[in-house]
């Protein structure tokens, strides 16, 4: 198995690149985060209280440093979408595997953060083809989670045609205990 914090890969189609996040990033990536439309679909469970709006470049940039750090101390993976044909990065996805002491122990969980124009199912769809079936491998688990909460309809579809399908079970979270719902799971 290849160890994803030694060698970070990349995955493309013919639309999409996704890749590791680079400090570059800041001025395209402030488009997605600043964006308050985009704003409601950003998974913040269990993140201290972090909401992912960074409208001013510092602030963006602050955030793909925390990134990298959190990278280089194997805590996750932020990977940066660029679209191919505006050669511009349009969001993030997240992967790490989870240990908890809750039913969602050994997954690998899922944050998929695009710019609003870019919540659409065929786009979403496109993306989860790309970084789901690798992560399996690259975060060693069978299981992968993520969030789309009910009003996420266009992420839904997207989900159920991918062949996510939603748990009633809550994740607990590792830092603040809380009990959060609305993760959709798909199984190896």
């Excluded at 191919?84 to 990065?89: E, G, N, V, W």
Aim: proline share 3%.
């Amino acid at each position: 198995m290849t160890d994803v914090y030694k060698e970070c890969p990349s995955f493309e189609n013919e639309k999409y690149l996704i890749r590791l996040v680079d400090a570059n990033d800041a001025d395209d990536l402030m488009e997605v985060y600043a964006d308050k439309n985009a704003l409601p679909f950003f998974n913040s469970d269990n993140c201290d209280g972090d909401n992912f709006y960074y409208p001013t470049k510092e602030k963006m940039q602050s955030a793909i440093d925390f990134w990298l750090r959190s990278y280089d101390t194997k805590w996750f993976v932020r990977f940066t979408i660029i679209d191919k044909a505006s050669s511009k990065a349009i969001g993030t996805t997240e992967l790490f595997h989870r240990k908890a002491n809750d039913s969602f122990n050994g997954v690998g969980v899922l944050r998929l953060d695009v710019k609003s124009g870019y919540e659409k199912e065929y786009v979403l769809f496109d993306i989860l083809s790309l970084i789901v079936p690798p992560a399996f491998e690259l975060f060693d688990c069978s299981r992968i989670i993520t969030k789309a909460p009910c009003y996420t309809i266009e992420r839904i579809e997207a989900l159920k045609k991918y062949g996510f399908w939603q748990s009633n079970e809550l994740l607990i979270g590792t830092n603040d205990k809380y009990a959060y719902n609305g993760y959709w799971v798909v199984n190896k």
